[in-house]
């Protein structure tokens, strides 16, 4: 690997009104390398980039491209563009109803007359020559998500591209898809650009990357060679402690048991309008179980009928023993029943409203809009909630959609706990939220177990699921095909009964 240095950053700070986003932090990127910078949520990791790109001026420091001798000073994302900086962002931001060609040439130039034969030739020479899997003139909104990030890798690259930021590029991404990306990001590598990759997934950056640098708190822990840096060992630095929660985490688990033997809630052959096929389920007093498969095996699907967040067209449900009707989230509710979607920013939270507003959310609902809450009432109970389950952020009055991936989480997690649910649905609690974030929630999940409620629990990654519940309900294409409790829950289980076999573990 080349070890020319293509950036250089040295000192850099930022301090915004109350908060110190940066202080003297260095940064060093080779040619030819793959750099991850990784962190906690609040970090300083996207203050950094945006530090980089123009976005944001920085206080103090240099930016260097090369070596130490062209300092320069980035005022806009256009203008980090033409000095070979460009990024890619986890949504992307190109035109879905454009074609290929299109989205690749979109902005740049300043003739009026589109040459339409020549940008698809040249399109045609990129897609060929970094092996990405789509014609020059096919519509974009045609393309997986991978191969949309592809496209945008390579604008990026088509325009002299020195260095090139990946920020969360694969939390929509299915397995295969990711190394799709990984193949392109090796390729980039091999012709000496240089990546800084940002992303939550442990195990990408450990399949991927060359160095690691960590910031915690705004300030640089330091730069590592991946393979001298032991997992543990990176989370410790990210944490700024020594990581034994997981082990606790685990004898905590361990040491439940769940014997009270009548469900709180019970399903009977319940099918929805989303395609869910009628299925049973149940869950005890203080279970933590969840439902696992790959994406697309109607995991989001159970339980969104179960909340009635999509029509319910088939089945019975019990809360303890009664039966009971459930055709719309509000019933749900009433019944002490708490969803978590998927999709916190399309159904988890409303962006422009404060972080009390969306913490009193669902309570309002169900106190009824016609008797809202006082001030005071709002505000101790925002409060309540923000120390309870610390919540970073500048004030309760602050728009929650301008708080981390992490923090809206947590947010969305007190707009529940405020409700006292007996039986809480997390879906995908931990997705895009940094490690120490997800420690949180899963300690938080077996702690609510302990004192009676009932939680199911989603997550794509494995290990997860296992560290923190007692039963899994295996799907496969919208079908509960098995279910996994003590010594059968192991990886190695898990994918044989999703794969329909029957051979023990080895």
Known sequence: M??????????????????????????????????????????????????????YPKDSG???????TREITVKSPQEAQHLGISTVYQEITLCPNLSVAENMFIGRGNDKTVHWRAMQRRSTELLNWLN????????????????????????????????????????????????????????????GVGIIFITHFLEQVYEVCDRITVLRNGELVGAYDTKDLPRVQLISKMMGKELDDISAMQNQKSARTNKSGAPVFEACGLSSAAGTRAFDFQIES?????????????????????????????????????????????????????????????????????????????????????????RKEAE??????????????????????????????????????????????????????????KVEIQKLVLKLAQEGVSVTFISSEVEEMLRTCSRLIVMRDRNIVGELTGTDMTQAKIMRTIAGETAQDG
């Not at 301090?15 to 949520?41: K, S, W, Y």
């Not at 003139?137 to 002299?160: E, N, P």
């Not at 706990?417 to 997705?431: A, F, G, S, V, W």
């Open 2 to 55: 080349p070890n020319d240095v293509v950036l250089s950053m040295r000192g850099i700070s930022k301090t915004f009104p109350g908060v110190r986003a940066l202080h003297n932090v260095d940064f060093t990127l080779n040619q030819g390398e793959i750099h991850a910078l990784m962190g906690e949520n609040g970090a300083g990791k996207s203050t950094l980039i945006k530090v980089l790109t123009g976005v």
């Open 62 to 68: 240099q930016v260097f491209l090369g070596d130490m």
């Open 132 to 191: 990405i899997p789509a014609r020059a003139t096919q519509q974009l909104s045609t393309c997986s998500l991978a191969v949309q990030q592809m496209v945008a890798i390579a604008r990026a690259v088509d325009m002299d591209c020195k260095v090139l930021i990946l920020d969360e590029p694969t939390s929509s991404l299915d397995d295969r898809e990711v190394q799709k990306l990984f193949s392109l990001m090796r390729d980039l590598k091999a012709r």
């Open 286 to 374: 203080g279970e933590v179980n969840g439902f696992t498969g790959l994406l697309g095996s109607g995991r989001s699907e159970c339980v969104r009928a179960i909340f009635g967040a999509d029509p319910v067209t088939g089945g019975s449900v019990r809360m303890n023993g009664k039966h009971i009707r459930i055709s719309k989230p509000r019933d749900a509710m009433k019944h002490g029943i708490g969803y978590l979607p998927e999709d916190r920013k399309q159904d988890g939270i409303i962006e422009s409203l404060s972080v009390r507003d969306n913490i009193i959310l669902a309570l309002q609902v169900l106190n009824g809009f016609f008797r809202p809450f006082s």
């Open 380 to 437: 101790a109970f925002a409060d309540e909630y923000i120390k309870l389950l610390g919540i970073k952020t500048a004030s309760a009055d602050t728009p929650i959609g301008s708080l981390s991936g992490g923090n809206q989480q947590k947010a969305i997690l007190a707009h529940w706990l405020l409700t006292k649910p007996q039986y809480l649905i997390l879906d995908e609690p931990t997705r895009g939220i940094d490690v120490g974030t």
